[in-house]
Structures are given as C-alpha cells and as structure tokens.
C-alpha cells in the first residue's frame, strides 16, 4: 500500500478523486470547489485599500482559506514525506521539444529550475516565468471568475454553459502561448 | 472547529494534485503540445465523476451533513469569462501551474512558488483595482 503511495499516481486513479472532492464539499458545507477566490479573499483581508470588489466579509469564507492551507499540507506530504521520483516520466517527444525549443538541459524536479530557479529573478527569464506568468494567472482567474477547480471540474460538472467558455478561453491562451509566444521568446 | 472539515479535505486535494503531477510544469507542458493523455485523463475523469456526483445530489435532494440545503449558484457570463480566460490560459502555459498547483508546490518546497503566489496576489489586486475599467 505504501508502496503504491509513493509513485506517481495514475489518471484513473487521481482524476475520480479530484471529482469526488465537488460533491464532498457540497455535502459537508454547501461549498463549491474553487481556489483562485482564495487570493482574493487574502487581497481582501491583507491590502483592501478602499477598492470595492475587494470590501466584502472575507471573514465568511473563511472555510476556502483553510482549504487552501490543506492544499500547502498535502503538497508538503505528496512530494517530501511520501517521496516522489526526482524526475517526472514526461513523454520522449516532450523532452525532445523542450530541450530545441527552449534550451533545457536539466528535466529534474517538479518544475524546470532553468526557468524558475530564484536565481533567474536576476535575468528575464526569471521575470517572464515567475512575475509575468504569476500575475497573469491572478488577474486572469479573477477576470473569467474562476480557474480550473472553479469553471473547468466545478462548472462543467454542473453543466454551465459559462465555465465551457471560460475553459475554452484558458486552453486557447494556452495553446497561444506554448505554440506562438514560446517559439518567439526562445 | 467548523473549518477543521475543509483543511482536512484541502489535504487530500493537495496530495491528490501532487501525486497525480498535475502540479509539475512539465504535465502542463505535455497537455498543450498533445503528447500525453494524462492530463485530459485526469480532468475528463474528475468532470466525469463530479457531473455524476451532483446529478445524484440534485435527484435525491441530498442536504449536508448539517441538513442543509444544497444549492448550486449558476457562474453569469460576462465578457470576462473570454478575456480572463485567455489571460489565465497565457500565464497556465507559462507558469505550468494553476491557482491550487501553486499552493501544493509551495507545500512541496519549490522557492519559486513563493514568488508565483505573489505575483498571483498582485494579478488579482490589479484586476480587483481596475475592474471597473475593463470590459465585462
């Protein structure tokens, strides 16, 4: 059993349990899956300044909050006390396009640290992948109201029609990015 | 503590997203270049599972563990739900990562997921400051 814990975790096993936590939540709390409103709710309680959308009782989702930090925890058990292979099996055709596209060299990690390493902050890759690409996923979940707890498992779960825009619109941004912007940065 | 239930499923969520690599920047990788099916493997299922889970909530009238009522608030669209989402797609590509995958790396120890929390803080300050201004 523990042994099973400790690998990587396949689709039919994880994806059934990343849907079960929709009707857990209803059936604890009446709360809908969604984490992108949890920054909002630490704008909200950190640096309102007056701004209206951000003026709210942040107090009454709270719960969102600790789910949050739940998420932190399980990150923190998943990858360091469980254990995690120090290289994730991406495919060979992934590989191969990552090293003539964008230089890696280093396939080690959750996270390229040619890209994401602290040290990058010194040069312009450091700036695009951590401070861009962040910000962009921030102002970009609060613009379409959700991101993909909230429209792509939570709304497409309950059949709305708006969280299949809003899904439609993230992969399309990111089809932009992977297949137009990244040949032209590199 | 009422909260304690939300941490609690919070950690599985967090371990769940990290066992499954969908946290890691190379999964994200893999799924816009269409060279794995892991990716749709995992979130086709998790739609899948979860549409069946609130057919049966809304069929049997299911309440809460409290007896509450459950009830599902329909998203409004606005322009927004377009032009944010093409936005947050830019920054999902660039970043591998989503808003619950930045808080499980950050419990993994990658230092950069400190510096994407913030700047996913600032995104969503600004987008809070000048929402009025942008087309909705």
Same mark, same amino acid.
């Given at each position: 059993?523990l042994d099973f814990l400790?690998q990587p975790w396949?689709?039919? !096993?994880?994806g059934?349990?990343?849907?079960?936590t !929709?009707?857990a939540l209803? $059936?604890v709390?009446?709360?809908?899956?969604g984490?992108?409103s949890s $920054?909002? @709710?630490? #704008?909200a309680?950190?640096?309102?300044?007056g701004?209206?959308? $951000?003026?709210?009782?942040? @107090?009454?989702?709270r719960?969102?909050?600790?789910f949050?930090?739940g998420i !932190?925890?399980? /990150?923190?058990? /998943?990858?360091r006390?469980?254990?995690?292979?120090?290289?994730?099996?991406?495919?060979a055709?992934?590989?191969?396009?990552?090293?003539?596209?964008?230089?890696l060299?280093?396939?080690?990690g959750?996270?390229p640290?040619?890209?994401?390493? +602290?040290?990058?902050? +010194?040069?312009?890759?450091?700036?695009?992948?951590l401070?861009l690409g962040?910000?962009?996923?921030?102002?970009?979940?609060r613009?379409?109201? /959700? #991101?993909t707890?909230? @429209?792509?498992?939570s709304?497409?779960?309950?059949?709305?029609? !708006?969280s $299949?825009?809003?899904?439609v619109g993230f992969?399309a941004g990111? +089809?932009?990015?992977t297949?137009?912007?990244y040949?032209l940065?590199? | 503590m009422k909260n304690l239930?939300?941490?609690?499923l919070g950690?599985?969520?967090?371990?769940?997203?990290?066992k499954?690599?969908?946290?890691?920047?190379?999964r994200?990788q893999?799924m816009?270049r269409?060279q794995s099916?892991?990716?749709?493997g995992?979130i086709?299922?998790a739609?899948l599972?979860?549409m069946v889970?609130?057919?049966?909530?809304?069929?049997?009238?299911l309440?809460t563990?409290h007896g509450e009522?459950?009830s599902l608030? =329909?998203?409004k669209?606005?322009?927004?739900?377009?032009?944010?989402?093409l936005?947050?797609?830019l920054?999902?590509?660039l970043?591998g &990562?989503?808003?619950?995958?930045?808080f499980?790396?950050?419990?993994?120890g990658v230092?950069? &997921? &400190?510096?994407?929390?913030l700047?996913?803080? &600032?995104?969503?300050?600004t987008?809070?400051a000048l929402r =009025?201004?942008?087309p909705?």
């Amino acid at each position: 059993m523990l042994d099973f814990l400790r690998q990587p975790w396949p689709w039919y !096993v994880a994806g059934p349990l990343i849907g079960l936590t !929709v009707p857990a939540l209803l $059936l604890v709390g009446n709360k809908a899956l969604g984490i992108s409103s949890s $920054l909002r @709710h630490v #704008c909200a309680a950190c640096v309102p300044a007056g701004i209206p959308f $951000l003026t709210y009782n942040w @107090h009454a989702e709270r719960w969102n909050l600790f789910f949050v930090l739940g998420i !932190v925890i399980g /990150g923190f058990l /998943g990858y360091r006390v469980l254990g995690h292979p120090d290289t994730i099996a991406i495919s060979a055709e992934t590989v191969r396009d990552l090293r003539a596209q964008l230089h890696l060299t280093d396939f080690t990690g959750l996270l390229p640290r040619e890209l994401f390493a +602290l040290e990058n902050l +010194l040069n312009w890759k450091g700036w695009v992948f951590l401070v861009l690409g962040g910000f962009l996923v921030g102002f970009g979940t609060r613009y379409a109201g /959700g #991101c993909t707890s909230g @429209h792509a498992i939570s709304g497409l779960s309950n059949l709305q029609w !708006v969280s $299949l825009v809003a899904v439609v619109g993230f992969f399309a941004g990111g +089809l932009l990015m992977t297949w137009v912007i990244y040949p032209l940065l590199f | 503590m009422k909260n304690l239930k939300y941490l609690v499923l919070g950690v599985l969520f967090g371990l769940i997203l990290t066992k499954s690599e969908v946290v890691s920047w190379w999964r994200i990788q893999e799924m816009f270049r269409f060279q794995s099916f892991h990716m749709y493997g995992v979130i086709g299922s998790a739609i899948l599972v979860g549409m069946v889970s609130i057919q049966l909530i809304k069929r049997n009238r299911l309440k809460t563990i409290h007896g509450e009522e459950i009830s599902l608030t =329909d998203k409004k669209y606005t322009h927004g739900t377009w032009i944010g989402g093409l936005i947050f797609g830019l920054g999902w590509a660039l970043t591998g &990562a989503c808003p619950g995958p930045i808080f499980a790396q950050l419990g993994s120890g990658v230092a950069g &997921a &400190a510096v994407l929390l913030l700047a996913a803080l &600032a995104g969503t300050w600004t987008y809070s400051a000048l929402r =009025d201004k942008l087309p909705h």
